[in-house]
């Protein structure tokens, strides 16, 4: 059952099948390229992309434009500790903000011993890293190390959290390097880039026990933490009864920093923050962010936004908003699979993942099938998803999965149905695609899946 309803709408519109064959050639065959307008299902992100309430516009009136102490910042800190029960807030521009704020206060020189130069790289470990906080460690001189649980990444394997942190793989990479090189551990939920797949509490504690076991600093990645509550109560024995708030703070109350991408489960189209327990560690991430993002109390957002997201994140928590959420993601899994597409299940927080090399067995990885997937996708319905193999991470070893996913409070089941009748066509013309070749790359070829051109081979 729906507990919201729309009141402001945004027209769209399905261009002719020979226009969108006519754009996909024009955007060298890399939907990251088409114009928004020219989409008619639009699945690329669910970051950024939702619906903010009524009250949320309201909070936007509200907005105190202060540069320094707003009493938006004030709505904002009060939301988090209420929320997720933290007292430290730094606001950031989205996450990958609150990632160089955080990952640079806590790797940057003079944090590991020795100072960067000179010293032995440290480690940081994470159930799997997402591409921006990779980026951000690698950027602090650190090597980010991705320790999934066994399964994590085969689409046959069921499990209820898939997207756990292996402590085990944990222990070995600790027992190669030395703890001292291990200065944080991570933990992403849920976990976007095991397709979406939950961690459980009991996880979340064993993670938060073995950091403190190495003396590391222990980070959630909490971009969908309500998502995670909701599985946690749904599929974790003992949680069924505690409210879906009390579940949400305690998943956070383990971490001593948390990394949020309010584009997420703080339901606004823009802003996020770092938060912080210790002091010290506080200061340090305030003095990076005057650097980076903006006086500590703003970070890189409007006041208007600092409100937004204060409301925001108490609606996440809401338990038919949530409910209602995942079960769309499990709707359009349902629809998909009855067209007789091969997706991940169960089906994770945010999107369904396809499996693009089962779909299409004639494509061979280097010719890129997800990719192919996509394009055609858009060709046969004007739905965009997004391609998460071989194109987007070259040279890893991980399945050729497309992934699906659903903004937030923004699509109707009839938009689903579209989305599973245009796969449904594309399975029918499966056996006539052949792959892609790439014609133009960027130079940084960890990011060429957003810039990079492509031609039928
Ligand atoms: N961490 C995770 C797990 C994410 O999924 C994202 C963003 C970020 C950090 C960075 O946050 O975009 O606000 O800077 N994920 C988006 C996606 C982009 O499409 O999955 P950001």
């Known amino acids: 059952m729906r507990s919201y309803k729309a009141k402001m709408v945004t027209p769209i519109r399905l261009p002719s099948r020979e226009e969108r064959s006519r754009n996909l050639e024009r955007a060298g065959y890399n939907v990251f390229n088409l114009d928004a307008a020219a989409v008619y299902v639009d699945l690329l992100t669910d970051s950024g992309t939702g619906t903010m309430s009524d009250a949320q516009w309201a909070a936007l009136v509200r907005g105190d434009e202060a540069y320094a102490g707003s009493e938006s910042f004030h709505r904002l800190r009060e939301a988090v500790r209420d929320v997720m029960g933290f007292e430290h807030v730094v606001p950031t521009h989205q996450g990958r903000g609150a990632e160089n704020v955080l990952y640079g206060a806590l790797l940057g020189e003079g944090d590991v011993a020795g100072g960067s130069s000179g010293r032995e790289r440290p480690v940081v470990l994470n159930n799997t890293h997402f591409d921006t906080t990779r980026a951000h460690v690698a950027n602090q001189g650190a090597e980010a190390v991705d320790c999934p649980v066994e399964g994590a990444w085969d689409r046959t394997v069921e499990g209820d959290f898939l997207g756990n942190f292996s402590v085990e793989r944990a222990r070995e990479v600790v027992d190669e390097v030395g703890a001292e090189r291990v200065p944080v551990v991570v933990l992403t939920v849920t976990n976007n880039s095991a397709a979406g797949q939950p961690v459980s509490m009991a996880n979340i504690r064993e993670t938060a026990a073995f950091a403190d076991e190495i003396d590391a600093t222990f980070v959630v990645d909490a971009c969908r933490f309500a998502e995670n509550a909701h599985f946690i109560r749904e599929r974790e024995t003992g949680f069924a009864d505690r409210s879906l708030a009390a579940v949400a703070r305690e998943q956070l109350s383990y971490a001593d920093a948390l990394t949020m991408s309010g584009k997420k489960d703080g339901l606004v189209n823009i802003g996020g923050f770092a938060a912080v327990r210790d002091p010290d560690l506080l200061e340090r991430t305030k003095q990076r962010a005057i650097l980076y993002e903006g006086f500590p109390t703003y970070g890189g957002m409007a006041g208007r936004d600092l409100d937004a997201l204060a409301v925001g994140l108490r609606e ?142």
Do not use: N
Not at 382 to 398: C, T
């Open 316 to 457: 996440a928590v809401d338990p038919p908003y949530v409910a209602e959420r995942v079960e769309q993601v499990a709707t359009l899994g349902e629809l998909l699979s009855e067209a007789g597409i091969p997706i991940v299940t169960p089906t994770g927080g945010h999107a369904v993942y396809v499996d693009a090399g089962d779909l299409l067995p004639q494509v061979p990885p280097g010719a890129f099938p997800g990719q192919r997937l996509v394009c055609e996708l858009y060709r046969e319905g004007g739905v965009r998803g997004v391609e998460l193999g071989s194109f987007a991470f070259p040279g890893a070893d991980r399945p050729e999965y497309v992934r699906l996913a659903l903004p937030r409070r923004t699509y109707w089941r009839e938009h689903l149905e579209h989305v599973a009748e245009t796969a449904a066509t594309v399975r029918e013309q499966r056996e006539a695609y052949t792959g892609l070749e790439i014609v133009s790359e960027p130079p940084m070829k960890e990011l060429r899946h957003f810039t990079a051109e492509l031609r039928p081979r």
